[in-house]
């Protein structure tokens, strides 16, 4: 049967109290429906339906390169009335699964368990919690049949102490979903059409309901404000955090840890504490990160080493590299082996040859650096004349003096010396000492000014 799935996600989020539409707040780095839709498309549906209402444009934006069907619900009348807006586009002969945007944990092996108990008639996923307000109750008949389900401001005194919770999540054939959508009224404490009557509809047909329980309770928590964000942005962390330490990463905490996209790695690869992973990172064998190292779209290759305080961004290490403290990588900065970048450097679309220098303070950007290349402290590739970037490039053995301003574009010679302090505006021959400052002399007999009295 084709499975449609449809994520609500039109509510207006107020308590988030954000510009942006609740949908589009990010965890671990992705936005919230983000999470859904790649769950959603995991389940191989037919066609994904997405209700939005409230900053719909940025939503739909958001996603203009996901294969989703956008249906908008432009007043938010209840759960029941947002499944209802996206039936048309649904066949009867359909499995119809129903999913919710701001509930971004589900996993798709519970949905695979709900679905199989949708194949007769309706399937409602609930969950035992300890404290269940807020939530639905399920109401079963003595015989442990579900009855119905009653919603919290709707419910009485001896209703709220069931413990069993709506999901909110469930499946259903579309025909019968249809007809049951058709005839739900809004006469309840809230004045919605609440997707829940749907139960009772289906038990007053004599049709059994059938309720499938969430293994995980953090997988239905559901984000209404900031607070629950950060709660669920913590469980999503631990997650990955335990995933990584079984698969054999090290790591020196995992509750200080955080990925914001996705992390491979070798073996014998240890990561510090607060360290921030986003984009795609991949670890070679036996790399080691220091603290507090952010690394964003890199590859680093084996054995190599990436000092505290250090900020890797678009870059690509060879093994054996050492890089940091304190070093920035930007886009483009290609490390060949056993290549160093020390303290304070900044380098972007830099490629270092094998074995190079950059020891400290300085700016390498726009450059080709051959191999043993040695750069020393405060040297800058002034790769920028205020319109144009220009090429720095040092072949293979150079030696560049501390505070060198090498101004592009400029190339300097395999084994060539440039003298320290030197500002080097044409290219300096191979073998040779450049020297390109005033000379130093001395003032004999000189005197310092003095005081002009009165
Ligand atoms: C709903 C369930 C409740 C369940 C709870 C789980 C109903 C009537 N109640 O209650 O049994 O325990 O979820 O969290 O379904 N939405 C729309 N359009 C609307 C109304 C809601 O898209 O017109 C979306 C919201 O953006 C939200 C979701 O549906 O993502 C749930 O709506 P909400 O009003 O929060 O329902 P609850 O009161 O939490
Ligand atoms: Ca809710």
Not at 203 to 215: E, F, K, T, Y
Not at 242 to 258: F, H, N, T, V
Not at 342 to 351: D, H, L, P, S
Request: glycine share 12%; charged share 25%; proline share 4%.
């Amino acid at each position: 049967m084709e499975l449609h799935i449809v994520i609500l996600a039109a509510g207006q989020g107020t308590r988030m109290k954000s510009r942006r539409p609740k949908v589009l707040q990010d965890l671990a780095g992705r936005p919230l429906l983000a999470h859904v839709l790649d769950t959603a498309a995991a389940l191989d549906p037919a066609r994904i339906h997405v209700v939005y209402g409230h900053g719909g444009d940025q939503v739909r934006a958001a996603f203009a390169e996901r294969p989703v069907s956008w249906v908008e619900q432009a007043e938010q009348k209840g759960t029941g009335h947002a499944v209802d807006v996206a039936m048309p586009q649904i066949p009867d002969g359909a499995t119809v699964l129903v999913l919710y945007g701001d509930v971004p944990l589900i996993g798709a092996s519970t949905l695979r368990e709900l679905l199989q108990a949708a194949a007769q008639g309706l399937a409602i996923l609930t969950v035992e919690l300890d404290d269940p307000s807020g939530y639905g109750r399920i109401l079963r008949d003595p015989e442990g049949a579900v009855r119905g389900i009653v919603e919290q401001k709707d419910a009485s005194a001896e209703q709220l102490a069931i413990r069993e919770a709506n999901t909110g999540i469930l499946a259903a054939p579309a025909a019968q979903l249809r007809g049951w959508l058709e005839g739900l009224d809004n006469d309840n404490a809230q004045g919605e059409y609440y997707l829940t009557d749907c139960v009772a509809a289906s038990v007053a047909q004599g049709r059994a309901v059938a309720a499938a329980q969430a293994a995980d309770e953090d997988e239905i928590l559901g984000v209404n404000d900031r607070l629950q964000l950060a709660g669920l942005e913590r469980i999503y962390q631990r997650r990955q955090a335990s995933a990584l330490l079984r698969e054999g990463l090290g790591l020196a905490d995992p509750a200080r840890l955080d990925i914001r996209g996705r992390l491979r790695h070798g073996r014998d690869c240890h990561i510090d504490v607060n360290v921030v992973i986003e984009g795609e990172v991949v670890l070679g064998d036996g790399v080691r990160v220091g603290p507090n190292c952010v690394l964003r779209d890199v590859v680093i290759g084996d054995d190599s080493r990436i000092e505290a305080f250090s900020h890797l961004d678009g870059a690509t290490l060879a093994g054996d590299c050492q890089v940091g403290p304190y070093a920035r990588l930007r886009p483009g900065t290609e490390l060949a082996a056993r290549a160093k970048v020390g303290n304070f450097v900044e380098t972007k679309k830099a490629q270092v040859g094998e074995g190079s220098k950059i020891n400290h303070l300085s700016y390498v950007g726009d450059a080709v650096l051959g191999a043993d290349v040695n750069v020393g402290a405060g040297t800058i590739t002034c790769n920028y004349d205020g319109a144009n970037k220009h090429l720095t490039q040092i072949d293979d053995g150079a030696f560049i003096g501390s505070n060198s301003a090498l101004v592009a574009p400029v190339h300097i010679g395999a084994q060539a010396t440039i003298a320290a302090g030197s500002t080097v505006t044409r290219d300096a021959p191979a073998e040779a000492l450049t020297v390109a400052r005033s000379r130093q002399k001395s003032i004999s007999g000189w005197r310092r000014p003095t005081k002009s009295k009165g």
